[in-house]
């Protein structure tokens, strides 16, 4: 078909997406451009709008982080004053799980609370542009005297990011959010710039939130000072603790880091953070450096479920192959912070690699945290739960991140509203757009409807029911004239993955990413068939932890055997698999051929020992993200072998 023009040309929409950079190989198509319309992520994202904002909501006010506002404005802190010090960033980060939610729905009700509750926060905020509830006013510490711990600039990275939100898919809201964060990222750059305090926030998250409020608001001054924030970190500015410096990465500058490092969520913003500046001042050499400390994190501090952090006590990395299964601590936030990071390398270089990782981490992380109705959280994600929990108080708060079923709130409730910000901002991870066409990263039931720089429309719907199949048909709805490409990724664990054109023949197409280049006429589709076969996958021989162990894959997804699917009194840990039977499918579950040795007596466990041979008999599993949602269990990911 013919575009023609005939209006005058007027100033282009702000693309509604978390991360928009100024340049890059790929840009994002937002949420007016891609839109999830079902399946797998439209479900979550229909409990997410439905339940879990509800439930944030009233959790925020029964707990009195919201309260804590009102407080402020009365003029009455610190008396009063609940939860931790951090607790105003998870009022934050509903606002911008409001703001994506109502850019995608445009409810009326939540567009209502997002005023209310805008407004109590407004009421906070200090002349000069101060706004934190734990510090500054009469009877609490001062300003800024304690950045190892006290996350002042923490919050504030979590404002700018709800405003972002809000500017992008609101750009003329007259609620007032915008303003209190421009009178805040004011305050900070006086405060902070070249010739102030020259100190850095003990947790990461200014950075990544300066550097998107100043693209969003056209602020290079924001911009400068995610740059200085960045240069700064790594140079000893913050106190040494019983971690060391390391776990705030005040241990070693940015560009100088060879692997993510110490604090598993600080250590992923900070380098989103990061990206942001490199990709903003043309930094080759900044970039360079993340990807590969980006590599290296993936390929030996990367769980199979794509989550990270193997150390409790400090939520930490582990060394390179520090891996145990039991141990993985794998906090939900950490995995979202690892797609922060992945999504603007990808923006910036463009490599279906950098997809791969958000899609398993989408699949088991994320997923997993959130119960079925979306009101009960997991915080840390173990891959080997051995002993069974007790189900949670579903009016209570858990004081605990670890637990062995979701809990509907904790003391430190920072992974539900991540988790709420992130499915409500999903249709923005789907695809981009470059000069030449339109890219697919992930795959789901959605609508795209974008226009190329050069002024061509292209629409199209992708059908499908992944991960349940593997069938993904694009079907073109609108084109320019003119030859485009549609690029569609292949995951690495597709081999054998092949693409149709129309009725013609099925070609295979190796992981990576397969390209086709065509006048498309509307009413063409393009099949993209990836095999779901269930496979076994060996771990490489460095960790340690799980030597002489196997894991199933069906998909993207990482599936778990769960004691509820054992024989009677059968428990996870005396399963023993046979590797060399391979995992069927059969009545919507993968089943493996596998045993339950007896526990042994109890006993001096080192010496001579022969285990009982296990009778072999056919063991259903659970995709990860489904367990746990049949009572109390146990349950393992990595199988040893008979």
Not at 96 to 106: K, N, P, Q
């Amino acid at each position: 078909m013919t575009l023609t023009t005939s209006a005058p040309a007027t100033t282009p929409a702000p693309v509604a997406a978390p991360a928009v950079p100024s340049r890059g190989r790929l840009r994002p198509l937002g949420l007016g451009e891609a839109r999830i319309i079902g399946g797998f992520w439209g479900e979550r994202q229909r409990v997410n709008a439905a339940n879990t904002l509800a439930h944030i909501r009233g959790r925020l006010e029964s707990e009195g982080w919201l309260g804590n506002f009102d407080l402020a404005a009365a003029g009455t802190l610190p008396d009063g004053r609940r939860g931790r010090e951090f607790a105003d960033s998870e009022v934050y980060k509903y606002l911008e799980a409001l703001s994506w939610e109502i850019g995608r729905s445009g409810s009326a009700a939540l567009e209502e609370d997002l005023r209310a509750v805008t407004a109590r926060i407004a009421a906070a905020q200090e002349p000069d542009g101060y706004l934190n509830t734990r510090f500054g006013r009469p009877g609490q510490e001062p300003r800024w005297s304690d950045l190892e711990w006290g996350h002042e600039l923490y919050c504030l990275g979590h404002l700018f990011q709800a405003a972002v939100a809000r500017v992008r898919t609101h750009p003329e809201a007259t609620d007032g959010l915008v303003d209190v964060a421009r009178r805040a990222a004011d305050l900070v750059c006086t405060v902070f710039g070249a010739d102030g305090n020259q100190g850095v926030c003990g947790h990461p998250e200014i950075e990544v939130g300066l550097a998107e409020l100043g693209r969003a608001l056209g602020e290079q001054r924001y911009l400068t000072q995610a740059q200085l924030f960045v240069d700064r970190r790594g140079r000893a500015t913050l106190a040494d603790i019983e971690w060391g410096r390391v776990y705030f990465q005040d241990d070693v500058p940015v560009r100088d880091a060879e692997a993510l490092r110490g604090h598993a969520v600080r250590a992923n913003y900070l380098a989103a953070g990061a990206v942001d500046v490199a990709v903003e001042n043309d930094d080759d050499a900044l970039l360079d450096a993340l990807r590969e400390q980006w590599a290296r994190t993936r390929g030996r501090r990367t769980y199979i479920t794509g989550g990270q952090g193997s150390h409790h006590q400090d939520e930490a990395f582990g060394d390179d192959w520090e891996l145990p299964p039991d141990r993985a601590y794998s906090e939900t936030c950490a995995g979202i912070g690892s797609i922060m990071f992945s999504w603007r390398m990808l923006l910036a270089e463009g490599d279906a690699g950098y997809a791969d990782l958000i899609e398993r981490t989408l699949f088991n992380v994320v997923a997993t945290s959130p119960s079925a109705d979306g009101r009960a959280f997991f915080y840390a994600n173990t891959l080997h739960q051995r002993v069974p929990g007790l189900p949670a108080d579903p009016e209570g708060t858990s004081p605990r991140a670890s637990s062995s079923l979701r809990a509907p709130w904790f003391d430190v409730s920072c992974c539900p509203p991540n988790v709420a910000r992130t499915l409500a901002s999903l249709d923005a991870y789907v695809a981009t757009r470059d000069t030449d066409g339109v890219q697919v990263h992930q795959f789901a039931p959605a609508e795209i409807r974008t226009t190329l720089d050069d002024g061509r429309r292209i629409a199209v719907d992708i059908e499908t029911d992944y991960p349940s199949s593997g069938t993904v048909r694009f079907v073109v709805r609108e084109s320019a004239d003119d030859p485009w490409t549609l690029t569609l990724r292949v995951p690495a664990w597709a081999a054998g993955a092949t693409v149709r054109i129309g009725d013609g023949p099925s070609e295979e197409s190796q992981p990576g990413a397969v390209s086709v280049r065509r006048a498309f006429a509307a009413g063409d589709v393009v099949e993209l068939t990836l095999p779901l076969a269930p496979r076994f996958s060996h771990p490489a021989a460095e960790i340690d932890a799980v030597r002489g162990t196997v894991a199933v894959e069906r998909g993207p997804e990482v599936l778990a055997v769960e004691s509820v699917d054992l024989p009677a009194e059968g428990d996870v840990a005396g399963v023993v698999i046979d590797a060399r039977t391979a995992p069927v499918e059969r009545d919507g579950r993968v089943w493996v051929r596998a045993g339950v040795r007896p526990e042994p007596t109890p006993r001096w466990p080192y010496g001579e020992h022969r285990s009982e041979p296990a009778a072999m008999v056919e063991v259903p599993l659970v995709a990860y993200h489904d367990w746990a949602n049949r009572g109390p269990s146990t349950m393992r990911v990595w199988l040893p072998t008979a």
